[in-house]
């Protein structure tokens, strides 16, 4: 069969240097060609780090011939020195993976220096951003936080996992929204990832009381792996959560599985959904009301969202779904678990799941189905023309995400929801209706 | 080494052109060294940060043309530069009413197993999937890092697939690691492009080829471009932004080809002059006063329209001169830094000192001290000669540590750069800074007018800089920015 790749939604596992980024002052280095960090630094722009500061060898000619491993200890070495970093991660790319350089070897040459310095094997070819991800969390645990002892639990303390940085356009704000939630039942939310969260609170990981997965597949590694490392027990919660439904379901699984007392529980979920309905019936005339809104949709998007977007559009708002069409090349393992989690909507709906990263074939199959009307997309910006040209309503949610500039809003919570009602309706009214 | 549109590859501009991406002196020193063989040696760095590659300059530019497909034969990383398409060249051609229905842009995905036993078979059954999927006009292979390195042999598949593909294949040579000069990828892409794509000529037309960036709407720089060319008699065709497979074909006939950056253009439009006589317009880039009218006067001259160009020349100078002076005006005596690339670094240098600004610092990410016709730049002939000063010169590679070593240590008023990414370290530490990112900035009167404005407006409010210099700080140790910036160059 063709191996085809039709309009990139995801990159190579270097990607996970976008991870790295996320937290703090930590400093990648990163092993491979000149042009690898700008290309896969999808989603970042500058922050305390940005494209242009990230360390790198520059693999060139005389490294692909006589190998690169001087290159890189030189480059370890002086990034120590310029760099004001916690946390040193090398990154290798496909070039150094190839001529056979030994980066562990390198590395280990730097176990005594004052600030830890780790590598993770992230050549393109071997895998995608997302799971370049997972290994970068998992590099930490094994070749950092396993290394000594950060000291005992700390009552009530949750570390929370998911959204991957600069893949998923809202992390930012989705994560500080997950740690809103976690407040809120009275426990202490813990991030490594985003505004200031850095080696302090990887220093904290060890001792959560619990950790909260809350992703459909990526992370479940890691998780798995900290409960082994520090027997830390965890909450895989497939969802993000997103309006009323969703997120009152959140509050609840979370509740009782790490212990918070359920009238506390109760009471918050009342008083937030009834905030929530204040505005949902100030505004139902804009979502039933026109002439452009859709009864069906998909969703083309990377698996946490596709799964999030539909909860909500099926559960809160009383759409039914189309196909829904994931594409950031989720491992065949996973496939069964997310197929079940689109069975499980209100009145026994379900959806069909398609994994594909083949766009061609996504927007055929998308044109050939019948959407009883308008047909509402949520997708990335490769299908903005697909749905103009059905007369579609469109809402750029995944990777590539260009045409959406976001700062700091989330789509997750009470007030997530309500977000991308305002997003959503936003652009119905942008065309006649 | 000169142009080869016969090779199946063109030469790095290292190798070609003896460019180098490391340099610390002066503007006269380069200057010197560069008409002497052998002096200016290429040094190596033992710390470095992330630059850029010459397949994203080779596969970005040709993503811009409007009806050609692109299959890259790499791991999915490369292909990244897609995902930019859509929202860049696909907005462009909304713009300016054009389709691109016929574009696509595919991978090979390589992965563990083909590097190891190669995956040139798979290769040949996309390009023929992604031709029937968007009939395209012409097929670009982009070469990777990886195919490159385990050898995959690009040139050969295309008799294999003469008959399923009735249009031209054209394997474009960016492999990442050949060269640490992004700019070879121009020159890879316009290779392919002569090679495979361009005809000999049929007829003359009255058509100039303008190779340029973007030609975006901004402010209708194409509009002014055509203002400019209908007084000479002749038409803009703008490359490669938004054009077609018929235009490129049709390049061989045109009247002349002219730039608004030389270091883009160097190959193409040395290439065309070589094979098809098309006369190549060596002259300043048209930013800035002086800039503007060396290339409206070299391009009136090819066509026999002097008297033409000095007319136009006139009216515009009537127009905006007066302005000008006004804001100019206040800009005496104030000190600026730029980083750009090398084009648009040194014909900045001349701009920013015609309106009496003092250029401390040039930094550009290589330095050509030659172009493909053997000469020197004209830019850089030009500074040689009238720059006022000597100032400080550094060629480093988009190497941010050095160029924000230097901008720390001279305080100027302000930083002018223009790439991408490069702004905010400048704020960070306290200096204003302006992106021209938009290559029509100070095109002509009028863009003169309205960068000497901006450059004005940047250092008169200073409030975004000041807000956030108070708050963040650079990634970068106390120690390290008290370094020589070229402390890590060996
Ligand atoms: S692998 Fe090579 S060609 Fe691809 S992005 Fe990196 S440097 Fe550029």
Same mark, same amino acid.
């Given at each position: 069969?063709?191996?085809?790749?039709?309009?990139?939604?995801?990159?190579?596992?270097?990607?996970?240097?976008?991870?790295?980024?996320?937290?703090?002052?930590?400093?990648?280095?990163?092993?491979?060609?000149?042009?690898?960090?700008?290309?896969?630094?999808?989603?970042?722009?500058?922050?305390?780090?940005?494209?242009?500061?990230?360390?790198?060898?520059?693999?060139?000619?005389?490294?692909?011939?006589?190998?690169?491993?001087?290159?890189?200890?030189?480059?370890?070495?002086?990034?120590?020195?310029?760099?004001?970093?916690?946390?040193?991660?090398?990154?290798?790319?496909?070039?150094?993976?190839?001529?056979?350089?030994?980066?562990?070897?390198?590395?280990?040459?730097?176990?005594?220096?004052?600030?830890?310095?780790?590598?993770?094997?992230?050549?393109?070819?071997?895998?995608?951003?997302?799971?370049?991800?997972?290994?970068?969390?998992?590099?930490?645990?094994?070749?950092?936080?396993?290394?000594?002892?950060?000291?005992?639990?700390?009552?009530?303390?949750?570390?929370?996992?998911?959204p991957?940085?600069?893949?998923d356009p809202h992390w930012v704000g989705n994560f500080?929204e997950?740690?809103?939630?976690?407040?809120?039942?009275?426990?202490?939310?813990?991030?490594?990832?985003?505004?200031?969260?850095?080696?302090?609170?990887?220093?904290?990981?060890?001792?959560?009381?619990?950790?909260?997965?809350?992703?459909?597949?990526?992370?479940?590694?890691?998780?798995?792996?900290?409960?082994?490392?520090?027997?830390?027990?965890?909450?895989?919660?497939?969802?993000l959560?997103?309006?009323?439904?969703?997120?009152?379901?959140?509050?609840?699984?979370?509740?009782?599985?790490?212990?918070?007392?359920?009238?506390?529980?109760?009471?918050?979920?009342?008083?937030?959904?009834?905030?929530?309905?204040?505005?949902?019936?100030?505004?139902?005339?804009?979502?039933?009301?026109?002439?452009?809104?859709?009864?069906?949709?998909?969703?083309?998007?990377?698996?946490?969202?596709?799964?999030?977007?539909?909860?909500?559009?099926?559960?809160?708002?009383?759409?039914?779904?189309?196909?829904?069409?994931?594409?950031?090349?989720?491992?065949?393992?996973?496939?069964?678990?997310?197929?079940?989690?689109?069975?499980?909507?209100?009145?026994?709906?379900?959806?069909?799941?398609?994994?594909?990263?083949?766009?061609?074939?996504?927007?055929?199959?998308?044109?050939?189905?019948?959407?009883?009307?308008?047909?509402?997309?949520?997708?990335?910006?490769?299908?903005?023309?697909?749905?103009?040209?059905?007369?579609?309503?469109?809402?750029?949610v995944?990777?590539?995400?260009?045409?959406?500039?976001v700062?700091h809003s989330s789509y997750v919570?009470?007030?997530g929801?309500?977000k991308?009602?305002?997003?959503?309706?936003?652009?119905?009214?942008?065309?006649?209706? | 080494?000169?142009?080869?549109?016969?090779?199946?590859?063109?030469?790095?501009?290292?190798?070609?052109?003896?460019?180098?991406?490391?340099?610390?002196?002066?503007?006269?020193?380069?200057?010197?060294?560069?008409?002497?063989?052998?002096?200016?040696?290429?040094?190596?760095?033992?710390?470095?940060?992330?630059?850029?590659?010459?397949?994203?300059?080779?596969?970005?530019?040709?993503?811009?043309?409007?009806?050609?497909?692109?299959?890259?034969?790499?791991?999915?990383?490369?292909?990244?530069?897609?995902?930019?398409?859509?929202?860049?060249?696909?907005?462009?051609?909304?713009?300016?009413?054009?389709?691109?229905?016929?574009?696509?842009?595919?991978?090979?995905?390589?992965?563990?197993?083909?590097?190891?036993?190669?995956?040139?078979?798979?290769?040949?059954?996309?390009?023929?999937?992604?031709?029937?999927?968007?009939?395209?006009?012409?097929?670009?292979?982009?070469?990777?890092?990886?195919?490159?390195?385990?050898?995959?042999?690009?040139?050969?598949?295309?008799?294999?697939?003469?008959?399923?593909?009735?249009?031209?294949?054209?394997?474009?040579?960016?492999?990442?690691?050949?060269?640490?000069?992004?700019?070879?990828?121009?020159?890879?892409?316009?290779?392919?492009?002569?090679?495979?794509?361009?005809?000999?000529?049929?007829?003359?037309?009255?058509?100039?080829?303008?190779?340029?960036?973007?030609?975006?709407?901004?402010?209708?720089?194409?509009?002014?471009?055509?203002?400019?060319?209908?007084?000479?008699?002749?038409?803009?065709?703008?490359?490669?932004?938004?054009?077609?497979?018929?235009?490129?074909?049709?390049?061989?006939?045109?009247?002349?080809?002219?730039?608004?950056?030389?270091?883009?253009?160097?190959?193409?439009?040395?290439?065309?002059?070589?094979?098809? =006589? #098309?006369? $190549?317009? &060596?002259? *300043? /880039?048209?930013? @800035?006063?002086?800039?503007?009218?060396?290339?409206?006067?070299?391009?009136?001259?090819?066509?026999?329209?002097?008297?033409?160009?000095?007319?136009?020349?006139?009216?515009?100078?009537?127009?905006?001169?007066?302005?000008?002076?006004?804001?100019?005006?206040?800009?005496?005596?104030?000190?600026?830094?730029?980083?750009?690339?090398?084009?648009? =670094? #040194?014909? $900045?240098? &001349?701009? *920013? /000192?015609?309106? @009496?600004?003092?250029?401390?610092?040039?930094?550009?990410?290589?330095?050509?001290?030659?172009?493909?016709?053997?000469?020197?730049?004209?830019?850089?002939?030009?500074?040689?000669?009238?720059?006022?000063?000597?100032?400080?010169?550094?060629?480093?590679?988009?190497?941010?540590?050095?160029?924000?070593?230097?901008?720390?240590?001279?305080?100027?008023?302000?930083?002018?750069? &223009?790439?991408?990414?490069?702004?905010?370290?400048?704020?960070?530490?306290?200096?204003?800074?302006?992106?021209?990112?938009?290559?029509?900035?100070?095109?002509?009167?009028?863009?003169?007018?309205?960068?000497?404005?901006?450059?004005?407006?940047?250092?008169?409010?200073?409030?975004?800089?000041?807000?956030?210099?108070?708050?963040?700080?650079?990634?970068?140790?106390?120690?390290?920015?008290?370094?020589?910036?070229?402390?890590?160059?060996?």
């Open positions: 069969m063709t191996k085809i790749l039709d309009e990139p939604r995801y990159v190579c596992a270097l990607g996970a240097l976008q991870t790295v980024e996320a937290i703090y002052k930590a400093i990648p280095v990163v092993h491979a060609g000149p042009g690898c960090t700008a290309k896969v630094s999808i989603g970042g722009r500058s922050g305390y780090l940005g494209t242009q500061t990230v360390p790198c060898t520059n693999v060139g000619e005389t490294e692909v011939v006589f190998g690169g491993e001087e290159k890189l200890h030189d480059v370890i070495e002086n990034s120590l020195k310029v760099m004001d970093g916690d946390i040193f991660i090398v990154l290798s790319g496909c070039t150094t993976e190839i001529v056979g350089d030994d980066i562990d070897n390198v590395v280990g040459t730097f176990k005594d220096s004052e600030k830890p310095v780790l590598s993770v094997p992230t050549a393109g070819f071997k895998g995608t951003n997302i799971e370049g991800h997972e290994w970068v969390v998992d590099a930490i645990i094994d070749q950092y936080l396993s290394k000594r002892y950060f000291g005992e639990k700390i009552k009530g303390l949750v570390n929370i996992w998911g991957v940085p600069s893949y500080r997950l740690e809103n939630l976690i407040r809120e039942l009275g426990l202490t939310p813990n991030c490594i990832f985003g505004e200031y969260r850095g080696i302090d609170n990887i220093n904290l990981v060890p001792r959560a009381k619990y950790n909260l997965l809350v992703a459909p597949w990526v992370g479940l590694g890691n998780v798995k792996n900290l409960k082994e490392k520090f027997g830390t027990p965890y909450l895989h919660y497939p969802t959560p997103i309006g009323a439904h969703e997120t009152s379901l959140f509050l609840r699984t979370v509740g009782k599985e790490f212990n918070v007392d359920s009238n506390l529980v109760e009471e918050l979920i009342t008083r937030k959904e009834k905030e929530y309905y204040y505005y949902i019936e100030r505004s139902c005339s804009f979502f039933f009301e026109n002439r452009a809104s859709s009864k069906m949709f998909s969703t083309v998007a990377s698996a946490d969202y596709a799964l999030s977007l539909s909860r909500f559009f099926v559960n809160d708002m009383g759409l039914v779904p189309s196909k829904q069409y994931i594409t950031e090349g989720v491992p065949e393992e996973h496939y069964d678990r997310i197929r079940q989690y689109f069975k499980e909507f209100n009145y026994e709906i379900e959806a069909e799941v398609v994994f594909s990263n083949d766009g061609y074939q996504i927007h055929q199959q998308i044109e050939n189905d019948d959407y009883a009307g308008t047909p509402l997309i949520l997708g990335s910006i490769y299908e903005k023309k697909l749905a103009s040209k059905l007369n579609g309503t469109f809402l750029c995944s990777t590539p995400y260009a045409e959406r500039v700062i919570g009470y007030h929801g309500l991308l009602l305002e997003d959503l309706y936003t652009s119905v009214f942008q065309k006649f209706n | 080494m000169a142009i080869n549109v016969k090779g199946s590859q063109c030469e790095t501009r290292e190798a070609r052109l003896g460019s180098i991406t490391t340099y610390s002196g002066t503007l006269q020193d380069i200057g010197a060294q560069s008409v002497c063989s052998g002096c200016l040696d290429e040094k190596k760095r033992c710390f470095s940060q992330s630059s850029m590659c010459n397949s994203m300059c080779a596969l970005n530019q040709a993503a811009r043309i409007n009806d050609v497909a692109i299959v890259h034969h790499g791991p999915v990383g490369c292909a990244a530069t897609a995902m930019d398409v859509p929202n860049t060249w696909g907005l462009l051609a909304d713009t300016l009413g054009k389709k691109r229905d016929n574009f696509g842009w595919t991978c090979t995905d390589m992965t563990e197993s083909d590097t190891v036993f190669g995956a040139v078979d798979n290769l040949k059954e996309v390009i023929i999937e992604t031709y029937n999927r968007y009939k395209p006009k012409a097929i670009f292979i982009g070469a990777s890092c990886v195919s490159g390195v385990i050898g995959e042999d690009l040139e050969g598949v295309l008799d294999d697939l003469k008959e399923q593909v009735p249009v031209p294949i054209a394997p474009i040579h960016c492999e990442g690691f050949k060269s640490q000069i992004w700019a070879s990828g121009f020159d890879a892409t316009f290779h392919a492009i002569l090679r495979y794509i361009v005809k000999p000529p049929k007829k003359k037309t009255n058509k100039v080829n303008v190779i340029n960036f973007a030609g975006g709407t901004t402010w209708d720089s194409r509009g002014e471009v055509k203002r400019l060319f209908n007084a000479l008699g002749v038409e803009p065709t703008f490359f490669l932004a938004s054009s077609s497979v018929e235009e490129l074909e049709e390049m061989s006939e045109a009247v002349a080809t002219i730039s608004t950056c030389s270091t883009l253009s160097s190959y193409i439009g040395n290439g065309l002059e070589k094979e098809y =006589g #098309v006369p $190549y317009i &060596r002259s *300043l /880039q048209p930013h @800035g006063i002086v800039g503007y009218e060396d290339w409206a006067r070299k391009l009136a001259k090819v066509l026999g329209k002097e008297k033409e160009a000095e007319i136009f020349i006139a009216q515009e100078k009537e127009k905006y001169q007066a302005k000008i002076d006004e804001v100019v005006a206040k800009l005496q005596g104030k000190r600026a830094m730029i980083a750009m690339g090398p084009g648009f =670094g #040194v014909n $900045y240098s &001349r701009i *920013l /000192q015609s309106f @009496g600004m003092k250029v401390e610092h040039l930094s550009v990410w290589h330095f050509d001290k030659q172009y493909d016709d053997g000469q020197l730049p004209p830019a850089l002939a030009y500074q040689l000669e009238y720059s006022e000063n000597d100032f400080s010169f550094s060629v480093n590679d988009l190497q941010n540590f050095e160029y924000i070593n230097i901008l720390n240590r001279l305080v100027p008023d302000i930083l002018i750069s &223009r790439h991408g990414g490069t702004t905010v370290w400048s704020h960070k530490i306290g200096i204003p800074a302006l992106n021209v990112f938009d290559e029509y900035t100070s095109f002509g009167y009028q863009g003169t007018l309205r960068f000497a404005q901006s450059v004005l407006y940047a250092i008169t409010n200073k409030s975004f800089t000041e807000n956030l210099a108070k708050r963040v700080k650079l990634p970068y140790k106390e120690w390290s920015l008290k370094q020589p910036f070229d402390a890590f160059i060996k």
